[in-house]
């Protein structure tokens, strides 16, 4: 029985065999490359489609991966070979857009940026904002349960979906969360949707929670600091002074390093380290100078602007640090997320890694919830041991410390193998329990999120 | 096998047996009655009693239901004969406070209202408020994924707990969630255990994500319009505008009546529905001139005052609400959400019902967040049938409009033949199974949330 053939008899014209295009699907953004090739990739159109792909799926056991835009991190979104690659791209429509209700209903191929764009005119916004919103899928987003820079302030993309259209294993369609703000009826397998990888269901509609768009002005600061345990030090004034500023971005002298190699500029002539905070909102103006106060106090020096482009040349140090490193070969980005107050002992440990380990890591870091961002550059299209083991040790020093092996990129491939350290035997058991629940035959995106069995 | 003396062996001290005081347990705030009395109830003091309670019910297959402080109004907590209660509330400690995380580790056994005021001494607190709030445990309110009246602006439980340590039915513990407010490792076990009524596992401990106490003036409008519907429209203006006020309570023509006979007022006197709106934060002001504004363009009359003692009278008006009912006989009080823009539906659907069923349903509703609170008042001890046959037209028109069954108050007993109405078969039937990997042998709160099989 030929898979390929009978997905493209039920869904002509949806149906790629093509071996260059499903070249493609055998990598993502997290640079892993998988073994083989796909046997085929669908570009589903609507709902009825993906149910077919995966009736046939159940039917012949074959693998299904659900894949957005492909700019996953950690492996979740690549297909090997006898897997079936579900494209959700094509199904980007915006079905609804209610002000009243502020909700918006979507197919879950559109990306975030453009979502966005139309949800500007009606004075809303969504606020999940991964690094990669502009080219990255809704769908996508919440299949990861997508981060960013304003989660401190603007909740992470499980507190901005209301509830899911999801394709079950077999092809069954149910309907999972409430339209409502407030529902309490059964479980909630909508927040159990919602960071699923793809392993538990398809989802095919997203009703989504909006928030009115930020009234007045914007302020950003940049600052720069002598010593990073400055910067850490005014990020803790600032947070316990009650201040939640949108974005609170640091980078360590590394970082700054290479992003002023990459632009030409000298910038560890001001610091060694770098905060980027901005303030929205009807206090953005006093919270912006309390703000600079506190780092000024904690002996850094904070330039503050509400010009867009001075205010887009503080940003855009940061936003210069991918680029940047990506420019020097291969990256592997880990993500771990710690308790605030253990942010300069993570720091601490990267330093001795480098040293030890005698490579480099530069490390930014989501100061406002703790999630750093360390990064392994390496040439060639594997990780190498070395640093596998340097990223292992900093991953149960995470959790030493209270933390997490994933802030928001996910386990995916990547980071299967360190999953069991976090949740401990019941809990891991429980989990796949739950996957065989919803995916009996393991044919939703497996080998993904859980260490093989033994 | 006597189970209430093994029981007593395994925890001495904490055991009781006294009939007077397991009457107690036969009942909660939803004023229903349990046919039996349970076998014993047991005072936990810490987790490890909690671990045996549940050991000693698995290997006897003994029901346990857990119970905070009996508030609920779904009968969640309502235990019968043969059924063992394990009652939380000495377990009351606040572990941690931590200003640095912005977070608090607690018992579940402490109330809300007490933690809070703990909390204060911080600057810091945590959003639920569910009207029971003073008198309500944190574990009870985590539980139901309590809503309250700040939902709309500062979200549900389920949004304000980072992670919880659990006690499974056999005994064992896990941990869920994460101490970092980002983390994305494995399925959200911790968002399937808010909510699910003591029917999954067993919350012992609760790591709570807490905000920065609200700064700035609080604005409070009291508004009487002469008619509802010009108390919706006034409503929507505000929504659409953008404005999202810490508190937006509407009372119907019915309650105004109830509430003036009460407190010795003519209420209706002044209109026939009131609106009350508290906006906070550092926009107070403008908002709630803005928000007097939209009232005043809806034809309604708004007083707006900063003066606590003014605005303790405009809240004392919704406030006083329950209290009017519950002088007037026994309440069922109901708890359907609507999308925001179908509760001028909602309100004509209980007029309709009161003239056909020639019966009273006063309702307020959380207009911010459409979940409407109808009310039933009988005389006796049982719901009179054609109050339920009113509810269930209710809650198949709340339905119909998109909407649920159960905003804030859950199922528990109550409402457990109407679920799968909302659910439909497939997903009713994964709950089921989700219920039963997490309680294979059925003793965690049997018989609430799901209707009985066949």
Redesign the interface.
């Known amino acids: 029985m030929n898979v390929a053939h009978l997905l493209a008899e039920a869904l002509p014209g949806r149906v790629v065999t093509d071996t260059e295009e499903l070249a493609r699907y055998r990598t993502d953004r997290s640079g892993h490359m998988a073994a083989g090739t796909p046997l085929a990739a669908v570009h589903a159109r609507s709902i009825d489609d993906v149910q077919v792909v995966c009736r046939i799926a159940y039917e012949t056991g074959t693998p299904v991966v659900t894949r957005g835009a492909g700019t996953g991190l950690a492996g979740g979104g690549i297909a090997d070979s006898g897997e079936i690659v579900l494209c959700m791209g094509a199904m980007q429509e915006i079905l609804e857009i209610?002000?009243?209700?502020?909700?918006a209903v979507v197919q879950p191929g559109i990306l975030n940026g453009a979502l966005n764009e139309e949800l500007a005119g009606y004075?809303?916004w969504w606020p999940p904002d991964p690094a990669s919103k502009d080219v990255s899928t809704v769908g996508g987003n919440i299949a990861?349960?997508a981060?960013g820079l304003l989660?401190?302030k603007y909740?992470?993309t499980?507190?901005a979906v209301l509830a899911l259209k999801v394709v079950?294993a077999d092809g069954?369609l149910?309907?999972?969360g409430?339209?409502?703000?407030?529902?309490?009826?059964?479980?909630?397998?909508c927040?159990?949707m919602?960071?699923?990888e793809g392993t538990?269901g398809i989802i095919v509609e997203c009703t989504l929670k909006l928030q009115?768009?930020v009234?007045?002005t914007r302020s950003t600061i940049g600052a720069f600091f002598p010593a990073l345990e400055q910067a850490i030090d005014a990020v803790?004034r600032i947070?316990?002074a009650?201040?939640?500023p949108a974005i609170m971005e640091l980078l360590d002298r590394r970082t700054l390093e290479c992003v002023g190699t990459y632009t030409a500029q000298n910038l560890l002539a001001q610091g060694s380290s770098y905060l980027l905070v901005q303030c929205d909102?009807?206090?953005a103006l006093?919270d912006a100078e309390a703000v600079a106060g506190f780092i000024e106090a904690a002996g850094g020096t904070a330039f503050t602007t509400m010009d867009p482009d001075e205010s887009a040349r503080l940003v855009n140090i940061r936003r210069q640090a991918f680029p940047a490193l990506e420019s020097m070969g291969t990256m592997l980005v880990e993500d771990v997320?710690?308790?605030?107050?253990r942010v300069a002992d993570m720091f601490r440990k990267v330093v001795e890694l480098e040293d030890r380990y005698d490579i480099m890591i530069p490390t930014a870091c989501?100061a406002?919830?703790?999630?750093l961002h360390p990064s392994f550059v390496y040439q060639g299209a594997t990780v190498p041991d070395e640093i596998w083991s340097a990223a292992g040790e900093l991953f149960a020093y995470a959790l030493e410390l209270?933390?997490?092996?994933?802030?928001?990129?996910?386990?995916g491939l990547l980071?299967r193998r360190w999953?069991g350290a976090?949740?401990?035997d019941?809990?891991?058991d429980?989990?796949r329990?739950?996957?065989t629940?919803?995916d009996p035959r393991d044919i939703l995106n497996p080998g993904k999120?859980f260490p093989a069995s033994l």
């Open positions: 209610s002000t009243a209700n502020r909700l004075g809303l990861m349960n981060g989660c401190a909740g992470v499980r507190e079950l069954r149910i309907s999972v409430h339209r409502t703000v407030k529902g309490v009826t059964g479980y909630d397998v927040a159990l919602i960071g699923s538990l009115p768009a009234a007045g803790s947070t316990e009650g201040l939640v909102g009807p206090a006093p997320a710690v308790p605030r107050d989501h406002g919830d703790g999630n209270g933390g997490t092996l994933s802030g928001e990129h996910g386990i980071k999953l976090e949740l401990g019941d809990l891991l429980i989990q329990q739950i996957k629940l919803f999120v």
